[in-house]
């Protein structure tokens, strides 16, 4: 390093799965200095290659800088990992997969331990770690404080956008995102059941789906948004609940002759003739949100 090459921030990394090599690579690619430890030593030969210090336990590791990055496989693993580790004077960013509450509960216990605590949700997978082109980003949440001081160097695998200082919400936010994509998942699902034994090609089809699905989703999720903030599901409604309720006959009927079960629609179908039974005919399909909602 000359002396006009600003120091790159020492980082920490726990977890050398797909994941975490991915984003050890970058941080390394970058100039961090970088320190590694997994609990399989093995994983840990393809960063060292690559420059990473390896740690023979992950206290060495932690202890060898003050930014610690964790990206084990889920919460029970980062408990045992760091079990007995001393965390006093560290920046903790775990960006395992968790839930809202087990993330603000890790941030409780970190925090008892001296420890700052940011967490985070990754959107992306690990191809589009370090190619700013593929979209990829992490959520975080927690203290923004912390995000602020790591911002560039968080930065380096894949973009970063704050969702709040509850840590909770970058898991809750990486959630919502992917339970959406499993519902997606389960329309297109259906819709290739639908043609999967007739002389239609597969390949052909795809860009159709993917292009109606597309067009839909954008003002769709917008309009419902507005409309849960502002409370009026009536107002401009274009296709109301009533009609659509009406044409839910003609997808199931669609479905048997086709000889494809209904069982991912049916769930969807059966909440909107909820929600026309009280009443919200003359709604869009936002009060769907409402009847989902315990208590
Ligand atoms: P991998 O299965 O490839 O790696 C899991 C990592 O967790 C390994 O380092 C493994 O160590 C470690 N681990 C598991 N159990 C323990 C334990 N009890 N103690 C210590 N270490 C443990 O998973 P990924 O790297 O793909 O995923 C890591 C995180 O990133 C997950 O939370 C995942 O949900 C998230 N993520 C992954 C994406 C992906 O596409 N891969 C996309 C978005 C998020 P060992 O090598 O010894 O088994």
Redesign the pocket.
């Given at each position: 390093m000359t002396a006009n090459t600003p120091e790159k921030t020492p980082v920490t990394l726990?977890?050398?799965?797909?994941?975490?090599?991915?984003l050890g690579r970058t941080w390394l690619a970058a100039g961090h200095p970088l320190t590694v430890w997994?609990?399989?030593p093995?994983?840990a030969e393809a960063l060292a290659a690559e420059g990473a210090k390896v740690a023979g336990s992950?206290a060495g590791a932690v202890a060898a800088s003050a930014l610690l990055v964790v990206?084990?496989?889920?919460d029970?693993?980062?408990?045992?990992?760091l079990d007995g580790v001393d965390l006093t004077g560290k920046d903790l960013v775990n960006?395992?997969?968790?839930t809202p509450a087990q993330a603000r509960a890790r941030a409780v216990w970190a925090e008892a331990r001296g420890a700052r605590y940011l967490d985070g949700?990754?959107?992306?997978?690990?191809p589009m770690v370090g190619v700013p082109e593929a979209g990829g980003y992490v959520f975080y949440s927690g203290s923004r404080e912390l995000f602020e001081l790591h911002r560039a160097t968080l930065a380096v695998p894949v973009g970063t956008r704050y969702v709040g200082a509850d840590a909770g919400f970058a898991a809750l936010h990486?959630v919502a995102l992917l339970s959406a994509m499993y519902g997606m998942f389960a329309g297109a699902a259906h819709a290739f059941a639908l043609i999967r034994r007739e002389d239609i090609d597969p390949v052909a089809f795809a860009p159709l789906l993917g292009e109606w699905i597309g067009a839909m989703a954008g003002p769709a999720v917008r309009q419902t948004a507005a409309r849960l903030k502002d409370g009026d599901y009536t107002t401009d409604v274009v296709s109301n609940l009533a009609m659509q309720v009406a044409g839910t006959p003609t997808f199931l009927a669609t479905a048997e002759g086709q000889g494809v079960s209904p069982e991912l629609l049916r769930p969807y179908f059966e909440l909107m003739r909820r929600r026309l039974d009280v009443g919200s005919g003359e709604e869009d399909l936002t009060g769907v949100v409402d009847l989902l909602l315990f208590g």
């Open positions: 726990l977890g050398l799965g797909a994941m975490g090599t991915a997994n609990r399989s093995a994983r992950a990206c084990l496989l889920d029970d693993s980062v408990g045992a990992a960006l395992t997969t968790t949700g990754i959107m992306a997978v690990p990486d």
